[in-house]
């Protein structure tokens, strides 16, 4: 499988999850300005939509949007419990989750990289987004992970996008439950050695 990403973006988070479920990849680095591929090509004849994440498998298939390709991930490994069973009521609070970032929490924080948005804009962006994180908050206070006690890609999804917070000047310390969530998941070895593979692809 190769994976393409662009670093600190949402392609972290399938990257995670390769890296959890000791699967072989390669990983092809994207422009996300120039939409160029590290190896010369044209990354809008991968993948028409011209983001990352994309994951390319083994029959040429090209796979994207990052919450259904963890889960396509999880589902090849199913020992690792990265995802629960297909069909089950636990998948469905997965996909509940994975929903919850990709809209209010990935969608909700995107504008703010853009430096031509409005002051006015960014402030009720960043007021949206501070009631959306106050949610999760008030989960992690009493649990460990986003499903319970077990570390699933909704939390490596979640890691990901909260990780930009700091680009915006937002510092998790204002939510404590997240702040300890974010080092926990940070120590992961998979997270470390996803950074390392990135900054070695360059
Ligand atoms: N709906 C997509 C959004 C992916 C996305 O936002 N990708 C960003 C990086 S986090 C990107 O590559 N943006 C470049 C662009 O849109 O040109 C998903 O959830 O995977």
């Given at each position: 499988m190769k994976l393409y990403f662009a670093p600190h973006t949402c392609s972290f988070s399938p990257h995670i999850v390769l890296q959890e479920l000791g699967l072989p990849y390669e990983l092809v680095q994207v422009?996300?300005?120039?939409?160029?591929?590290?190896?010369?090509?044209?990354f809008r004849g991968i993948?028409?939509?011209?983001?990352?994440a994309a994951l390319e498998l083994e029959n040429g298939e090209v796979l994207t949007e990052g919450a259904v390709i963890v889960q396509y991930l999880a589902d090849l490994k199913p020992?690792?419990?990265?995802?629960?069973?297909?069909?089950s009521w636990q998948r469905v609070r997965l996909q509940e989750w994975l929903s919850f970032i990709g809209s209010e929490i990935h969608a909700g924080a995107a504008?703010?990289?853009?430096?031509?948005?409005?002051q006015a804009a960014g402030a009720i962006l960043r007021d949206k987004l501070g009631k959306r994180v106050a949610l999760l908050e008030t989960t992690l206070q009493r649990q460990a992970y986003l499903l319970g006690d077990q570390f699933s890609v909704a939390d490596a999804y979640l890691y990901t996008v909260l990780g930009w917070f700091k680009f915006f000047g937002?510092?998790?310390?204002?939510w404590p439950a997240i702040a300890a969530y974010a080092s926990r998941i940070a120590a992961r070895p998979s997270v470390r050695a996803a950074l390392q593979a990135e900054a070695e692809a360059r």
């Open positions: 422009d996300n300005q120039t939409k160029r591929t590290a190896d010369g090509r044209d993948n028409p939509k011209g983001y990352v020992s690792a419990q990265l995802a629960p069973p297909q069909g504008p703010l990289f853009n430096q031509d948005l409005p937002i510092s998790l310390d204002r």
